[in-house]
């Protein structure tokens, strides 16, 4: 019996896979669109994976596909050629990184032109990565001279880490181009994290305690979150233990006031929201200016079981308040997402030089804005996700300078990070989380 129509149907999948890869990719490279709510159900369920890995490991490597496509076009294409620019990217992506036979890496992708309805760059594509297979070691190390492709990181990126970290910076890079592990934080509310290690045994899923979030398990390997055991029911959550240890410092603010009243200014996607009522009895106001990420928020409580006062709401502004002062507040401020690169790669590409100091306004006009919401004795928690100075020591510094009210509450002991100005940095190059800075602020009292 013939499996001609299995070949078939299997190389048609082939070819829709890398043609969905470099629909998802063109806006990147364009900078007029992100990975972020990447859809993989135009492609078979069996192919996501690979869907996923060339969507993002495409534009973890950006800058050295684009170099070597560089080397190999006689000619750029046009900018309505976006996809078949993407395409060839992720050609070359597949000859260099993955294990797929060349023949069907260079067939299927040249192949998926045609199902972009652009059959002329067949020839093309299949050009270009024919002579990539013959000259693969002349034309990379070529390349690899220009320590912006070598580290995949635009120039821009590489000084401003540079800047920040001259003792990390390289360290920085290359923990940015690896993908992040995948990390659970177990619900107090049902136990602790060893015990749902030991459920982790019975299905084989390999894990390990977070050195320092205690409510933190990391996998050995990432995996569907259907797969785990108790998700559905809230057992536990994917969340970064970086990002794990807002609740540990704001605790002790707030655990010996039982019905503390409590707001996350800028709450999506919900995590730390969700962190602070697993572990605490209090009332807890969360707000956030994007109406489809505070639905998010809403769906993680839900499958949590969890409940808070969420709303609609620009922290900078005040027409969402009710005039009742807060005990404590979490201002996981907008910011550069610099410290989240191997698990965003897109913000190499869409982040500009000129976008970390608007931020770092925008940062500075939250503070000022929800310092006077805050009791007398209450604590301010100021995080972001970046390793920049501008975005975190210096604009807390800033704050600290204008704000007679402000002071400084400084952990005890804590062995994660490292002392930056009033408050301590995580880089992603230390321990496997991600890069994040805290600094905690305590309102005197009057």
Known sequence: ???????????????????????????????????????????????????????????????????????????????????????????????????????????????????????????????????????????????????????????????????AWPDDWRAICEANNQPGPMTLRVNRRHGDRETYLSRLDSPGIGARLCLHAPEGLTLDKPRDVASLPGFDEGLVSVQDEAAQLAAVLLGPMIAPRPGARVLDACCAPGGKTAHLLELFDIELQAIDSDDARLARVEDTLSRLGLAAELAHGDATQRDWWDGTSFDAILLDAPCSGSGVIRRHPDIKRLRRPSDITKLAELQARLLDNLWPLLTPGGTLLYATCSVLPEENADQVAAFLARTPDAEVTTPEGVAWGRPAGAGRQLLPSIDSHDGFFYARLRKRAA
């Open 1 to 163: 019996m013939s499996n001609h129509g299995g070949r078939s149907k299997s190389l048609d999948n082939g070819l829709a896979v890398r043609a969905a890869a470099a629909r998802a990719l063109a806006p990147v490279i364009t900078g007029k669109g992100s990975l972020n709510n990447l859809d993989d159900h135009q492609v078979v369920s069996r192919d996501r994976g690979l869907f996923k890995e060339l969507c993002f490991g495409s534009c973890r490597t950006l800058c050295r596909l684009e170099a070597l496509a560089g080397k190999l076009l006689d000619k750029p294409f046009k900018a309505r050629d976006a996809d078949i620019q993407a395409l060839l990217l992720v050609g070359i992506y597949q000859l260099l990184y993955l294990r797929i036979p060349a023949h069907a890496a260079v067939g299927e992708t040249a192949g998926a032109a045609r199902l972009l309805n652009k059959a002329w760059a067949t020839r093309v594509i299949n050009g270009c990565l024919r002579r990539l297979q013959r000259e693969s070691s002349a034309l990379q190390a070529e390349v690899d001279r220009d320590p912006a492709v070598a580290l995949l990181h635009p120039k821009w990126w590489l000084k401003a880490f540079r800047q």
